[in-house]
């Protein structure tokens, strides 16, 4: 445990206008406290800088040293628990990102080229390093699994379920990241793939990574897409969509699917509908990790989705991005040594902030994770989900020279 400064806290409970001060005790939480989820406080500049900048203040101050925490993500399920964010809904840095998140389209066609390129084009080192071996940068399932790598598994494998793929099925990926669906569905399914990404690092990554295979990636913003495909997917790129462009999503979706086809949808989700100003707890993560984030409520989907599609299944399992994220970091900070010569001591506690702060936003169940299956005109007779826990079983494809689906 880290050395207590003994005028921390004394200090610290002078100040009454600051905005945590009444929570702590809800949450359980003790500045310079015994426990690992106690703030350790460093410098007297962390109240300062949270009383100006809210949430923001309090991430920027972390990664600046003036605060230090064992256990960052049980201090934010607590925090998130006992209603933090609500404590700086009238802030006024929160109105102001308020007013311009309701005013401006932040995922236009322009802005999501910049913003996919911030994040996904920092170095595929940093990503293989930190994901599985599937490089699937998404919520496991960990509902039968033992490890990352198995609950990575999984969630492809219930994905291509869910999809109702087969040999000579053309499959679309709207956002494929580093490939690891198109490859999985090539390879276990037979399927015919193509990928979408704005980010050429993925793009190179999955052209190396899927050589041979019946997969085809292009590097393209989700509005450019044409052509029909049998199956559409899409896992872990709606939160980069923004509430201004649902609908249009939406309508691409469906212009690309066969009349007879199926779309799932693998996306994180607030209950609120952004922006809102009882969840400034996502404004650090834009600012310094993902531009352009917006979680989608259940309200805005439902909105966006009249005229194009029939809601066939939806599936909540929310719970295992905890464990996702948790399994994440430890092989960030395993693999950091390496890592250290290419980011700085202030991008390691960055990176580690965002992974455990999201963890504990999870686990707080302040976000969920949701699958939908979608149809065009409803499947005759129903739509059955399948069993989630099927033994997987290995098929042998033979690989050739890629050639485009449909595209």
């Keep these: 445990m880290a050395t207590k400064t003994p005028e921390a806290t004394p200090r610290f409970a002078k100040q009454r206008s600051f905005p945590l001060a009444h929570l702590l005790e809800r949450a359980g939480v003790t500045l310079n406290g015994p426990n690992r989820w106690d703030p350790q406080i460093r410098d007297q500049r962390m109240f300062r800088a949270v009383k100006r900048r809210a949430l923001l203040g309090l991430g920027e101050s972390y990664v600046a040293g003036w605060w230090e925490c064992d256990a960052i993500d049980e201090l934010f399920d607590r925090l998130l628990r006992a209603g933090v964010q609500r404590a700086f809904r009238n802030h006024p840095v929160v109105l102001w990102r308020t007013l311009i998140e309701r005013t401006f389209n932040l995922q236009n066609v322009r802005k999501a080229w910049r913003n996919g390129r911030a994040h996904y084009n920092l170095g595929n080192d940093l990503f293989e390093a930190m994901l599985d071996k599937r490089m699937a940068y998404s919520c496991g399932d960990w509902r039968s699994a033992n490890n990352l790598d198995e609950a990575q598994e999984a969630k492809l494998d219930l994905i291509c379920r869910k999809l109702d793929l087969s040999p000579g099925i053309h499959l679309l990926d709207i956002g494929c990241g580093w490939g690891s669906l198109v490859k999985f569905a090539a390879q276990r399914y037979d399927v015919h ?178 699958q939908f299956t979608f149809s065009p005109e409803g499947v005759p007779d129903g739509y059955q989900r399948p069993d989630r826990r099927p033994p997987i079983v290995t098929r042998t494809v033979k690989t050739s020279a890629s050639t485009p689906a449909h595209a």
């Design 193 to 370: 793939a193509v990928g979408v990404t704005v980010s050429e690092e993925q793009v190179a990554f999955v052209k190396r990574s899927c050589k041979g295979l019946n997969v085809d990636v292009k590097l393209m913003d989700y509005r450019s897409l044409h052509g029909k495909f049998d199956r559409v997917a899409s896992v872990g790129m709606f939160e980069h969509v923004g509430p201004k462009n649902y609908a249009t999503f939406m309508r691409v979706a469906r212009s690309c699917l066969a009349g007879d086809g199926l779309f799932v949808l693998h996306t994180f989700a607030s209950r609120d509908s952004f922006p809102s100003r009882d969840q400034s707890e996502v404004h650090w993560v834009n600012d310094y990790i993902f531009p352009g984030l917006v979680v989608p409520s259940m309200a805005q989907m439902g909105k966006a989705l009249d005229g194009t599609f029939v809601v066939e299944d939806v599936e909540n399992f929310g719970a295992c991005y905890d464990q996702t994220l948790l399994a994440w970091c430890e092989r960030f900070e395993r693999a950091w040594p390496s890592l250290r010569e290419k980011y700085d001591e202030r991008f390691h506690r960055m990176w580690r902030y965002y992974l455990r702060i999201s963890a504990g936003a999870f686990r707080a169940r302040r976000y969920q994770v949701w």
